[in-house]
Nanobody, 124 residues
Framework: QWQLVESGGGLVQSGGSLRLSCSVSGFNLDIYGIGWFRQAPGKEREGVSSISSRRACSNYADSVRGRFTVSRDNAKNTVYLQMNNLKLDDTAVYYC?????????????????WGQGSQVTVSS
């Protein structure tokens, strides 16, 4: 059975860093595009970053470009999101998702499988 599990969230001060991991089981990670999304209280879930199955492309929301870096290790069935210079507005639950068809999309409807989420809280 397929499963995506996020880890690495937590509480960090503004300007700090965190690295999220998305561990995948039940399917071959190397044929899926992976996206990172986040949802803050009272807001819609939004696309943050994505990376294609063959690393041919990566994509970032304007709000995180230059601060976040997505990477993947298919041998470990894991995708990472390195988050630097975190801001208060980055506080949200972060989700990873897998898509069989999308390479670098940031729309929710492009993704088929979702993890349960990991809380990231940035304090001042």
């Amino acid at each position: 059975q397929w499963q995506l599990v996020e880890s690495g969230g937590g509480l960090v001060q503004s300007g700090g860093s965190l690295r999220l991991s998305c561990s995948v089981s039940g399917f071959n990670l190397d044929i899926y595009g992976i996206g990172w999304f986040r949802q803050a209280p009272g807001k819609e879930r939004e696309g943050v970053s994505s990376i294609s199955s063959r690393r041919a492309c990566s994509n970032y929301a304007d709000s995180v470009r230059g601060r976040f870096t997505v990477s993947r290790d298919n041998a470990k069935n894991t995708v990472y999101l390195q988050m630097n210079n975190l801001k208060l507005d980055d506080t949200a639950v972060y989700y990873c998702a897998a898509s069989f068809t999308s390479e670098c999309g940031l729309r929710k409807d492009e993704y088929d499988y979702w993890g349960q989420g990991s809380q990231v809280t940035v304090s001042s």
